[in-house]
């Protein structure tokens, strides 16, 4: 995946799975004839995804999704062809950084102030030495100059010149304890030597640089943050270990979430230069030779780095936005209702007339309804999204927030990630998960199959029937057609890693929030614990929060009783005392 598209792009495109057609290449002519592809009716979802990325896809990143959704999942031959090897001069796109690979795969030399740390070794001893050492040759470096070697995964293309070095000028290697188990049996390999793990800090001469721990393209990738300056000014790179694409899909799941956190991480951090080891991922070929046409004075140049992409904040218009409903905008204050798991904006259509007087926000969420151009879904893409339309769309940037069920946590993982925006949060149904909810998360398709069930069943329409839910026709309809599997599997997984840590972080933002049980199945006493936690956890609006449980409310409660839904909302917006139908935890 190349870079800018770690922000811009959702990475569900990924889940496009890696199909052949019946390809000819005629090796003579230089020229692939890929013959017209046919999806399946299974495969819709996966041209849904394709067009919608499609569609997101501009200006420079329109190469990345030719390369990487279209030509490596569906047309590898021509994939394969745009990364051909091939000399390629050395370059020094920035003060310290230096380029020397070649037109297949990407080595980096970092001036430290005291020696090199070289990025990856090409694919063989004859690579190393004729064209890592030349290249460092043209800015005056030698060999012995090179201070660390960091391989960033077990691919023989990135360490197959690491034991020349080895053997040849004995430089220290470095690479992931899963990176030296991989290679211990492969043949070509440098003998294992030192180990980088997730937060380490490498500190050579002038410059650290930040490791993280990003499996999915191989299980040791690791990824890279270090300082760079471009004539004086100074920037932060963020180099991804392993941006190509697996084959299976459970590795095309674990990539997804290190993309997602690396970018995360190079949000918080700043990071505003982005960095590939192969050049289809980072436009290497395209800036370098920008560069070479580029001419400065002093500080001033005739052109701008193409390698600095900017920080998030700088590219944060391009993020696609939740689609929403808004309601009584003169209303000075916002509410936002946020739905819970498969359902969308149409849960909250009894509760609504009730909330007149205020302003309402109320999305469907990534991979739901009408927002399903956003995802895949994670809780952190949730929580930021929805913080974006707070941003954007809130009276004054701020606002009360509510959430049921998915719901409840996205809210939370807002007061975590985004805190500055809520004033208050009212949440039900939304407790870390018990044992037994973990053991049910964990097998995703008695989740998927068994609502599938329930909804062509009978038993939906009694459970409705006996709890007393309002009328929810297009609702139902909704919640089925979001049952996606990706949805159950993505969804789930997230929770159940939602624990303890998490509460504690939440209880230390210091808001003022409300748990709420119904009695008829949520988690009471984990409720209790929670806003224990928050109450403890918070030195002042914390201090405030409280747990209640609601007499005959089932989990779904807004569809049951949307009156009283809406009077406890209205209630704790206000600090006043909430309705008598709601009974408190604590003794206080």
Not at 5 to 34: C, D
Not at 89 to 115: E, H, K, M, Q
Request: charged residues 20%.
């Amino acid at each position: 995946m190349a870079f800018p598209s770690l922000w811009k792009l959702p990475p569900v495109a990924f889940y496009s799975s890696r199909r052949h057609g019946n390809q000819l290449e005629l090796q003579n002519l230089g020229l692939v004839i890929v013959p017209p592809f046919h999806l399946g009716s299974n495969q819709f979802n996966e041209l849904h995804i394709l067009v919608q990325s499609q569609e997101l896809a501009t200006g420079r990143l329109w190469y990345d999704y030719i390369h990487r959704c279209e030509n490596s999942q569906k047309y590898p031959v021509i994939a394969e062809k745009s990364q051909t090897p091939g000399w390629v001069n050395p370059a020094r796109p920035f003060d310290s950084l230096f380029f020397v690979g070649d037109a297949y795969v990407s080595s980096w030399a970092i001036d430290t102030g005291d020696g090199l740390v070289l990025i990856d070794s090409l694919n063989n001893a004859e690579e190393a030495e004729r064209v890592i050492i030349p290249g460092l040759e043209a800015f005056g470096y030698k060999g012995h100059d090179i201070k660390a070697l960091i391989i960033t995964h077990e691919h023989f293309d990135h360490y197959g010149g690491a034991i020349w070095f080895q053997d040849t000028y004995k430089t220290p290697i470095y690479a992931s304890e899963v990176a030296w188990e991989a290679m211990k049996d492969l043949k070509g390999t440098p003998r294992k030597d030192k180990t980088l793990s997730d937060g380490n800090h490498l500190r050579i001469g002038n410059t650290s640089l930040s490791i993280f721990s990003t499996p999915g393209h191989t299980p040791g990738t690791i990824s890279l943050m270090f300082p760079l300056q471009d004539r004086g000014t100074k920037h932060l790179a963020g180099l991804y270990g392993g941006g190509g694409i697996p084959s299976k899909a459970e590795d095309k799941t674990t990539q997804i979430k290190s993309f997602l956190r690396f970018a995360r991480l190079a949000e918080k951090s700043g990071v505003d230069v982005l960095l590939s080891n192969h050049q289809t991922q980072d436009h290497t070929l395209q800036n370098l030779d920008i560069l070479a046409t580029r001419q400065c004075s002093g500080k001033t140049c005739s052109l701008s780095n193409p390698y600095v992409v900017g920080t998030m904040a700088d590219i944060s218009d391009h993020k696609p936005e939740l689609f929403f409903r808004s309601y009584n905008e003169s209303s000075s204050s916002t509410i936002v209702l946020i739905h819970g798991l498969f359902s969308c904006n149409l849960e909250w259509g009894h509760v609504i007339p009730y909330l007149s007087d205020y302003h309402l926000l109320v999305p469907d969420l990534p991979q739901h309804s009408k927002s399903k151009h956003v995802g895949p879904w994670t809780l952190e893409l949730g929580a930021d999204t929805v913080a974006d339309l707070i941003r954007n769309h809130a009276h004054g940037g701020k606002a009360h927030v509510v959430g049921l069920s998915l719901g409840g946590f996205t809210t939370m993982e807002i007061i975590r990630r985004h805190t500055e925006l809520v004033k208050s949060a009212f949440i039900t149904g939304a407790a870390p998960f018990i044992p037994w909810q973990v053991w049910i998360a964990d097998r995703p398709s008695l989740l998927h199959y068994g609502l599938k069930f329930v909804l062509s069943s009978g038993i939906y329409a009694f459970s409705v029937w006996k709890a007393g839910l309002k009328e929810h026709a297009d609702l139902k309809n909704e919640i089925a057609a979001n049952n996606d599997w990706t949805l159950v599997d993505n969804a789930y997984k997230g929770l159940a890693e939602w624990g303890q840590v998490a509460v504690d972080e939440v209880a230390a933002r210091d808001k003022r929030i409300l748990a709420i049980a119904g009695d008829q199945g949520d988690n009471v006493e984990g409720t209790k614990e929670m806003a224990d936690k928050f109450r403890h956890g918070g030195s002042e609006d914390g201090r405030k929060s409280t747990a209640y449980v609601v007499k005959d409310a089932i989990h779904g409660w807004n569809l049951q009783f949307p009156e009283l839904f809406a009077q406890g909302i209205q209630a704790w917006v206000e600090e006043q005392p909430l309705p008598r139908e709601f009974t408190s935890l604590f003794d206080d």
